[in-house]
C-alpha cells in the first residue's frame, strides 16, 4: 500500500544521497550514512535487498580507498550477520557476504581470516547446493587456485 511505497521511496533517497556524495567526493558522509544503511537495507528484504550490492561497492570503495580496512571488515561482518538473522546463513545473500568478507582479508594478506571465511562459504555452499554441484566444486576450485597462488595449501571440508 501507500506505506510501502513512501518506505521504498525513503530507501531510495538515502541511496541516492549516498551516491551524490560519492561522486562529490565526500567519502566521510558516504561512509557513516553506508555504515546505517547497509545493515537496514538487509532486514528490510527484497524493498531494500535491491539496493545492497550497489552500497557494498560504494563503501568499500570509499573505506578501503581511505585505508579505512578495519571499517570495511565491520561492514561485512554487520551484512553477514543481518543476513543470519533475517533470511538465514544457508542463502546466496548471506553466503555472498561472507564470501566477499574473506576475499578482502585475502586482499589484505590476512590468510587466516580468509581462510576461515573461505571455509565457511564452502560449507555453506554444500549446504545450499551439495558436494557435488557443479557451482559448489567451481568454488573449491577457485578457491585452492587462489590460495595456491600464495603459495598456501587449501583443502576444503
Not at 88 to 96: D, F, K, N, R, Y
Request: contains cysteine; charged residues 20%; glycine residues 8%.
Amino acid at each position: 500500500g501507500v506505506a510501502n511505497n513512501i518506505a521504498a521511496l525513503r530507501l531510495q533517497a538515502q541511496v541516492n544521497y549516498c551516491i551524490s556524495m560519492f561522486k562529490q567526493g565526500k567519502p566521510e558522509p558516504t561512509a557513516s550514512t553506508l555504515e546505517q544503511l547497509i545493515p537496514m537495507l538487509v532486514k528490510k528484504g527484497a524493498d531494500g535487498e535491491r539496493f545492497v550490492p550497489t552500497c557494498v561497492q560504494m563503501f568499500v570503495q570509499v573505506c578501503g580507498g581511505t585505508q579505512q580496512h578495519p571499517r570495511v571488515i565491520a561492514m561485512y561482518t554487520a551484512q553477514w550477520e543481518a543476513y543470519k538473522a533475517t533470511v538465514g546463513e544457508v542463502t546466496e545473500a548471506a553466503i555472498t557476504a561472507v564470501n566477499n568478507r574473506g576475499m578482502y582479508y585475502f586482499a589484505l594478506a590476512d590468510y587466516k581470516n580468509a581462510e576461515i571465511d573461505m571455509h565457511t562459504t564452502n560449507g555453506l555452499l554444500v549446504k545450499l547446493q551439495g558436494r557435488n554441484h557443479p557451482d559448489t566444486v567451481g568454488s573449491f576450485a577457485q578457491t585452492v587456485a587462489l590460495f595456491k597462488e600464495k603459495g598456501i595449501k587449501f583443502v576444503p571440508k
